[in-house]
């Protein structure tokens, strides 16, 4: 949702939809090449060839909000751009991106734990989200989401314990990376904000990525609130999760902790 509402600025440049295809399919980068250990990784990953591949499949799929591809433009072509990209796998993944982009900018979206939970159990359930439907050695439902490191200790765990061990990864190593970096290259903003003030939102992130304001979004945004994703299930509802309640119960005590550490950062958009 946050995606979406930000590539609607034209000064945004995207691959369209996610990027697990353009980075996956790259010798040295596929989940396979890792031993399906997990989706993770950093800065000793990127070697010459594979930025020099990722780059050149980046280029392939750019396009402005106009749907025009940054290859087709020729005169016309800017020199560079600022390119905005969501994966939930990169969650596990920004030491690698910060190499590939040096001045890479971050906007981390968190999320009330039982809220996000919630959600990927649904993902799970509905099939849509299957990732890695012939995981070796799984014996589970056809993986979905992210591949947390220590994913194989699963197997046989309920449901709520495998989104359990993908919210905490995720969430910690964005944690970890982000206070690896200067503190000017990122910023914190929560799913309730976001949802509250649409048009706030994206008015500080464009000032965050240096770009000029656009005072049209922003009052459609205050006036209508912000679309629903293409990836929505089913109609947003706070208390959805609670359908999962029974389920999550014995889990969310275990994501208190990292909960706090998310509501008591400072850095924010």
Do not use: C
Not at 151 to 172: F, H, M
Not at 196 to 209: D, I, L, T
Request: hydrophobic fraction near 45%; charged fraction near 25%; glycine fraction near 4%.
């Amino acid at each position: 949702m946050l995606f979406e509402t930000l590539k609607r600025h034209p000064g945004l440049w995207t691959l369209g939809d996610e990027t697990h295809v353009e980075i996956e399919s790259i010798p040295g980068l596929a989940l396979s090449d890792h031993a399906f250990a997990s989706n993770a990784l950093d800065a000793t990953d990127l070697t010459p060839d594979i930025r020099a591949r990722l780059l050149s499949n980046f280029s392939l799929q750019l396009r402005d909000i106009a749907g025009r591809r940054w290859l087709t433009l020729d005169a016309a072509r800017p020199d560079s751009v600022r390119l905005l990209e969501k994966t939930p796998k990169n969650a596990l993944r920004i030491p690698f991106l910060a190499e590939l982009f040096p001045d890479a900018r971050f906007i981390f979206l968190y999320r009330d734990s039982a809220e996000n939970l919630g959600s990927m159990m649904d993902a799970w359930q509905s099939g849509r989200f299957v990732t890695y439907p012939g995981l070796p050695e799984w014996s589970g439902p056809p993986w979905s989401l992210l591949l947390p490191p220590g994913w194989q200790a699963l197997k046989g765990r309920p449901p709520a314990e495998v989104a359990l061990l993908q919210w905490q990864s995720a969430n910690l190593a964005i944690l970890d990376a982000l206070s690896a970096l200067p503190r000017e290259r990122w910023r914190v903003v929560d799913y309730a904000t976001l949802v509250k003030e649409p048009a706030e939102v994206f008015r500080r992130a464009s000032g965050f990525m240096d770009l000029a304001p656009e005072q049209r979004i922003e009052a459609e945004l205050s006036g209508r609130g912000l679309p629903r994703s293409r990836y929505t299930l089913t109609p947003p509802a706070k208390d959805k999760w609670q359908r999962h309640a029974d389920a999550l119960q014995p889990v969310l005590d275990a994501a208190a902790a990292t909960m706090h550490r998310l509501e008591s950062l400072d850095n924010r958009l």
